[in-house]
């Protein structure tokens, strides 16, 4: 398969050590058209303000009742929400080696499919300092009272440790069989070297967890029907499930199906929608339209051999973090449709589908704010978290 990107451009600033991205169009090239800014404004709902009072919020997960969520702050504070107000106190027994800088800090969170037995909460997070870090899995019982995590156990490490506070990835789904799906990113841009080469090339290098999706059991464990789990060359890894990916951050499954659907950021201009597919591989970066912070294309390819097409490139890039697909019934013309969060343009694009499959259109949800996280609620309702130091929990409802 061939791959067919757009070109754009990103300029990417640095403000107390996060990285705070501002798009702008450029240069397109190749035989699709790129998804800018010129996309319609989507009317007809409004925003209703659930709680503020969070600080970075990164992602959200609802408990069995309903009513009840447990939120991650990128500042390391794990948060409970009940009936719509914020508990004061934090939950305590947050792993010690949490490190919270740059873009790391405490990330996703997704509890066991059978959480209501055996109350297991599952966070990733950056562990280590700034000079050595990686992306971890761990997993710990949380008590009926929602205080406190004990028995916690580091299910997962990426295996090569990096430098800096870029690009950890950490979004986590469950897929029917009952794995666990994690994307982990490349680990940053150049100057970051690992091993005497930028770090973005392990992407390709199936012995590195960096740039890829990897897979594996609730316990942790490699399944025995990964697509390398039985590779003759030693140095694959076998948890890797697929490759070629810059920065995972979000991660959907489609309503009836098994299609496992992601948003990736991609570096000046090029952040990609993409399928995944078992053992495939994405091409970061050895074909892509992005460019270079300091100016030129990164590789002079668009396409490659063996490679996934994406199914939409975004150029001015979105900046994506948050995706889910639509099945409530407040806006029925939206049924299954996909909401993509961004972050630097302060928005929400609606991917709209026909009724065989195909993508047909875009439209755009405007804000005011960052939106780091989207996703439909036990109620049918589209609940947001915005990327904000006083960041807050929104519910998007007809107008």
């Given at each position: 398969?061939?791959?067919?990107?757009?070109?754009?451009?990103?300029?990417?600033?640095?403000?107390?050590?996060?990285?705070?991205?501002?798009?702008?169009?450029?240069e397109?090239?190749?035989?699709?058209?790129?998804?800018?800014?010129?996309?319609?404004?989507?009317?007809?709902?409004?925003?209703?303000?659930?709680?503020?009072?969070?600080?970075?919020?990164?992602?959200?997960?609802?408990?069995?009742?309903?009513?009840?969520?447990?939120?991650?702050?990128?500042?390391?504070?794990?948060?409970?929400?009940?009936?719509?107000?914020?508990?004061?106190?934090?939950?305590?027994?947050?792993?010690?080696?949490?490190?919270?800088?740059?873009?790391?800090?405490?990330?996703?969170?997704?509890?066991h499919?059978?959480?209501?037995?055996?109350?297991?909460?599952?966070?990733?997070?950056?562990?280590?300092?700034?000079?050595?870090?990686?992306?971890?899995?761990?997993?710990?019982?949380?008590n009926?009272?929602?205080?406190?995590?004990?028995?916690?156990?580091?299910?997962?490490?990426?295996?090569r440790?990096?430098?800096?506070?870029?690009?950890?990835?950490?979004?986590?789904?469950?897929?029917?069989?009952?794995?666990?799906?994690?994307s982990?990113?490349?680990?940053?841009?150049?100057?970051?070297?690992?091993?005497?080469?930028?770090?973005?090339?392990?992407?390709?290098?199936?012995?590195?967890?960096?740039?890829?999706?990897?897979?594996?059991?609730?316990?942790?464990?490699?399944?025995?029907?990964?697509?390398?789990?039985?590779?003759?060359?030693?140095?694959?890894?076998?948890?890797?499930?697929?490759?070629?990916?810059?920065?995972?951050?979000?991660?959907?499954?489609?309503?009836?199906?098994?299609?496992?659907?992601?948003?990736?950021?991609?570096?000046?201009?090029?952040?990609?929608?993409n399928?995944?597919?078992?053992?495939?591989?994405?091409?970061?970066?050895l074909?892509?339209?992005?460019?270079?912070?300091?100016?030129?294309?990164?590789?002079?390819?668009?396409?490659?051999?063996?490679?996934?097409?994406p199914?939409?490139?975004?150029?001015?890039?979105?900046?994506?973090?948050?995706?889910?697909?639509?099945?409530?019934?407040?806006?029925?013309?939206?049924?299954?449709?996909?909401?993509?969060?961004?972050?630097?343009?302060?928005?929400?694009?609606?991917?709209?589908?026909?009724?065989?499959?195909?993508?047909?259109?875009?439209?755009?949800?405007?804000f005011?704010?960052?939106?780091?996280?989207?996703?439909?609620?036990?109620?049918?309702?589209?609940?947001?978290?915005?990327?904000?130091?006083?960041?807050?929990?929104?519910?998007?409802?007809?107008?």
């Open positions: 398969m061939r791959r067919k990107l757009l070109a754009g451009s990103l300029l990417a600033l640095v403000v107390g050590g996060v990285a705070v991205y501002a798009c702008f169009a450029g397109v090239s190749g035989p699709i058209k790129p998804v800018g800014n010129n996309t319609p404004r989507q009317g007809g709902w409004k925003l209703e303000t659930v709680t503020m009072g969070l600080m970075r919020p990164w992602a959200a997960e609802w408990l069995p009742d309903g009513k009840t969520m447990l939120i991650t702050e990128r500042e390391g504070r794990l948060r409970v929400v009940e009936n719509g107000k914020l508990r004061m106190d934090v939950v305590e027994g947050l792993p010690d080696d949490l490190l919270a800088s740059g873009q790391g800090g405490l990330l996703d969170i997704a509890i499919p059978d959480f209501a037995k055996n109350r297991w909460v599952y966070l990733t997070y950056s562990a280590g300092t700034r000079r050595a870090n990686q992306t971890q899995l761990a997993r710990a019982k949380i009926k009272a929602l205080t406190r995590l004990s028995n916690l156990e580091v299910l997962f490490k990426v295996n440790v990096k430098s800096g506070g870029q690009h950890f990835g950490s979004r986590l789904l469950w897929l029917p069989d009952g794995t666990l799906l994690m982990i990113g490349d680990g940053g841009n150049p100057p970051t070297k690992l091993g005497g080469r930028y770090i973005r090339e392990y992407a390709q290098d199936l012995s590195a967890h960096l740039g890829k999706t990897v897979r594996m059991t609730a316990d942790g464990k490699v399944p025995a029907d990964n697509p390398f789990a039985g590779d003759k060359d030693p140095k694959t890894d076998p948890y890797v499930y697929t490759y070629g990916h810059r920065n995972i951050q979000g991660m959907a499954l489609r309503p009836g199906t098994r299609e496992v659907w992601v948003t990736e950021h991609g570096a000046r201009g090029g952040d990609e929608l399928v995944i597919a078992k053992g495939a591989n994405y091409g970061w970066p074909a892509t339209y992005s460019k270079e912070y300091f100016g030129p294309r990164i590789s002079d390819k668009t396409t490659l051999k063996g490679a996934v097409d199914r939409v490139v975004w150029t001015p890039c979105i900046a994506p973090s948050g995706l889910t697909f639509y099945t409530g019934s407040d806006f029925p013309d939206w049924r299954g449709d996909l909401l993509a969060g961004g972050l630097v343009l302060k928005q929400i694009r609606r991917v709209r589908f026909a009724k065989d499959g195909r993508i047909v259109g875009q439209t755009t949800l405007q005011r704010q960052r939106i780091r996280w989207v996703e439909q609620g036990p109620d049918g309702k589209l609940y947001v978290l915005t990327d904000e130091i006083d960041g807050a929990l929104r519910r998007i409802v007809p107008q």
